[in-house]
C-alpha cells in the first residue's frame, strides 16, 4: 500500500512544494478523498475503515498500520526542505481528507452518527455553537532521572492524547531507577480545542431538537472557525469515557479537517428537473399572486403583511458593498403589532414551517443570552468560560421568528440593536471579548400594553418596546380586531372551512407546494442578485423626497426608510427571478410602504406623516403641546412673586391654547418624571437647575 500511496503523492508535488514555503504557519497537505478513489479504490476504502493506527515490535519500533498514518509517514520520509523548522526542530506534515461524498453515506448528519460508525472515517456538517479557549496538549514529555540525572523525550501518541494520559518510562537507560519527574517547561506542546457543533436548522424538520456532538481539534486545525459558522469537517468516531464508573461512554470526533464555508438556507439540493419547473413559475404572469396566496392561505385577508412576509423571505440582495468598504444588510425585518387573537402567533409559526432556514422563540421564555450569545464553564479546561451562541446566530442567513416580543426584559432587547443593523453581535462576558456573525431576518410579534392597538397614539407609547429598536424594522403592520359584519362573516366562513372535508377545503390548499415553495426561493437567494435600474432609481428617489417634504419641524421619513425601500424592491425582483429591478418592481413597495405609514405613522390629529410616532416616544405635534406647557409653566413662574406655577393657573393658560386637562397633567407627570420640574409644595411647580 505504501508504494501506490507514494506514487500518489508524486502527482500532488506542486502542493507539497506550496505547503513547504508556508511551513510552520501551515502544517497540513489537504487532499481529496474523490481524487484518491479515483486513483485507487482500495485505499481510498481502507481509509474510511481504519485511518489510524500502529504496531510494535519486540524491539518497540513503530510501525504505521492506519492509512493516514502511513500517508504522513510516506509524506514526511521525503525530506521536503523548508524555510523555518518551527519549535519541534524538524518538519512534521499532517496529511488530511476532505470531500467525502454524501450519496454513499460517507457524510452523516449527526443524529445518524452512532455505535455502528465508531473508529470509522467519515465527514458531517453543522453549526459551531460552542468554541473553547486554545489548550496546550503534551505532545513530547521530557522526563529527568532523580537518580542520574538523564533526560528522556517520550512522544505521546495519538491514542495516548486521546486517553489524556501521560505516558512515562520505564526505567531510565543509564542507571535503571524507575525515579523520575516530569518537565513541562521543557517539553514540547500541541495546541488544542474542543468544538461543539450541532446539526444546521435548515435539515430539521417538524418539532425535531438540533443533536449535537463535540469535535476536538489540534495543531493546525485550531483558532480556524468561530462560533456561528457553518462548516463541514472530516475526522475519526472516537468515545469519551464518564467521568464516574459506569458502562456509558460519550461520543465526539477526533477532527482531521475542518473548514468554514459560507452556506446558507440557500443551498437546499435542487434537481435538474427542478430548475426547470422553477423556471416556468417564474414566467408565470401571476407568480406574485401565487407566492402571496401561497403564505398561511388558512388565515383569511392580511394581503399585505403576506406580501411583506414573500418579500422578507426573498431578502434583498446579498454581499452588497459600499466603495468604503461598509457593508448594507440585506434581510428585511418586519413587525406585526396589534390587538390578542388576530393570528400573529399562527403566522410566525407558519414561516417557521416554510422557510428553509429558520428559528422561533417567543419572547418569555429568551434571554438575551439565548438570543445572541451566552458564556459557560468548559470541564474540559477546568472550568474556563467558553462562549456559545445564540439563536440568532444560529438562524444566520435565515429567519427568526420572535413572538411576544415585548415581553422580552429590557436588557434583552439592548441586545437587539447591534443585530439588527450591523448584523454583528459583540459580547464582552466573563472576561472574553469576541463579535458574531448575525445575517438574520427578524420577524417579530408584539401586543399593545392595554391589550388594544390605538391608532391615536405614538407607538412608544403603546409598546414596552424602545423606539430605537422599533425604527429598525423595515415595515411594521398594526394588525386590528375591527368589527364589521361582512369582514366577519368571511372570516367565519373561511374557518369553518378549516373544519370540513371533502371539496371546500380546496381553495385552502396553498397555490404553490411547500417543497416547489422553498426551493423557489432557495434558488432565487442562491441565483438571483438583481440590480437597480437607473428608472427604478428614480422612482424610488423621487417618492424619498416627496415624503421627505413638507413642513420643516415635521420629520416624515429618514434615510433609514430610502434603505428599506432598496431591499425591499432587491426581493419584489427576486420573485420573479429577475436580474434587475424595475420601476413595477419599485411602485410595488412604495404601495406597500404607503399603506404602512398610513396605518402607524399618520398623526390622527394633523393627518400628516410623521415618522417620530415610530422612531421616538412622541409625534411632532405631542411634542408641540409637550413645548407650550412648558413655556406656559416658564410664563407664571416670571410674573409670579413665589417663583413657582400653580396646577389651577397652569390649566386655565392652557385651556385657552386648547389643551385637554388630561393631557396636561400627563405632560407634566413626564416633565416631573424626567426631572424637568419638581414640586416643593402640592399642586405648585419650579423648573429644577438643569432645566
Known sequence: MKDRIEKFLDGREEAINQLAEKYPEEKSLVLDWQ??????????????????????????????????????QALNERNIPVLETGASGSPEFHVRFTNLPK???????????????????????????????????????????????????????????????????????????????????????LDFQVLEIQ???????????????????????TDKVTAGDKVTLTGVIRLQPPQKKGSVYYKFIEANYIEPVEKDFEDIEITKKEEKEIQKLSRDPEVYRKIVDSIAPSIYGYREVKEAIALQMFGGRQGKTLPDGGKVRADIHLLLI???????????????????????????????????????????????????????VLAGGGIACIDEFDKMEKEDRAAMHEAMEQQTISVAK???????????????????????????????????????????????????????????????????????????????????????????????????????????????????????????DTVRATARQLEALVRLAEASAKIRLRSEVTVEDAERVINLTNFVLREVATDKITGKIDIDRIATDHSQSARDRIKIVETTIRGIIANSPEKSAGMQEILAATAEKKIDRSEVEKIINELKSKGVIFEPRHDKYQFTEDA
Not at 482500495?42 to 493516514?68: C, F, M, R
Not at 436548522?201 to 469535535?215: D, H, P, T
Request: charged share 30%.
Open 338 to 392: 396589534g390587538d390578542p387573537g388576530v393570528a400573529k402567533s399562527r403566522l410566525l409559526k407558519y414561516v417557521d414551517q416554510i422557510a428553509p432556514k429558520s428559528i422561533y422563540v417567543s419572547g418569555k421564555g429568551t434571554t438575551g443570552a439565548g438570543l445572541t450569545a451566552t458564556a459557560e464553564k468548559d470541564e474540559l479546561a477546568e472550568g474556563a468560560w467558553t462562549l456559545k451562541a445564540g439563536a440568532l
Open 430 to 552: 466573563a472576561g472574553i471579548v469576541a463579535r458574531f456573525k448575525c445575517n438574520t431576518a427578524i420577524l417579530a410579534a408584539s401586543n399593545p400594553k392595554f391589550s388594544r392597538f390605538d391608532s391615536y397614539k405614538p407607538l412608544g407609547e403603546q409598546f414596552d418596546i424602545p423606539p430605537t429598536l422599533i425604527s429598525r424594522f423595515d415595515l411594521i403592520f398594526p394588525i386590528q380586531d375591527i368589527v364589521d359584519r361582512d369582514t366577519d362573516r368571511k372570516i367565519a366562513e373561511h374557518m369553518l372551512k378549516m373544519h370540513k372535508v371533502g371539496e371546500d377545503q380546496k381553495d385552502l390548499e396553498p397555490a404553490i407546494s411547500v417543497d416547489l415553495f422553498r426551493k423557489y426561493i432557495a434558488y432565487a437567494r442562491k441565483n438571483i442578485h438583481p440590480l437597480l435600474s437607473e428608472e427604478a432609481g428614480i422612482k424610488l428617489r423621487d417618492y424619498y423626497v416627496e415624503l421627505r417634504g413638507g413642513d420643516r
Open 199 to 221: 446539526e444546521p436548522l435548515e435539515y430539521i424538520k417538524g418539532g425535531e431538537q438540533a443533536r449535537k456532538i463535540k469535535v476536538w481539534v489540534e495543531d493546525d486545525l
Open 35 to 72: 481524487a484518491l478513489e479515483k486513483f485507487d479504490s482500495d485505499i481510498a476504502e481502507a481509509l474510511l475503515a481504519n485511518p489510524y493506527g500502529v504496531t510494535y515490535d519486540s524491539q518497540g519500533k513503530k510501525t504505521p498500520t492506519g492509512v493516514i498514518d502511513i500517508f504522513e
Open 103 to 189: 450519496e454513499k453515506g460517507y457524510t452523516l448528519m449527526v443524529r445518524f452518527i452512532d455505535s455502528e460508525t465508531i473508529a470509522h472515517f467519515l465527514g458531517t456538517e453543522g453549526v459551531v455553537n460552542r468554541i473553547s479557549d486554545v489548550l496546550p496538549k503534551l505532545y513530547v514529555a521530557k522526563f529527568r532521572c532523580n537518580g542520574c540525572g538523564q533526560n528522556m523525550d517520550i512522544r505521546q501518541e495519538r491514542e495516548d492524547r486521546l486517553r489524556g494520559q501521560i505516558v512515562q518510562p520505564v526505567r531510565c537507560r543509564d542507571c535503571g531507577k524507575m525515579d523520575f519527574r516530569f518537565l513541562p517547561e521543557e517539553s514540547q506542546w
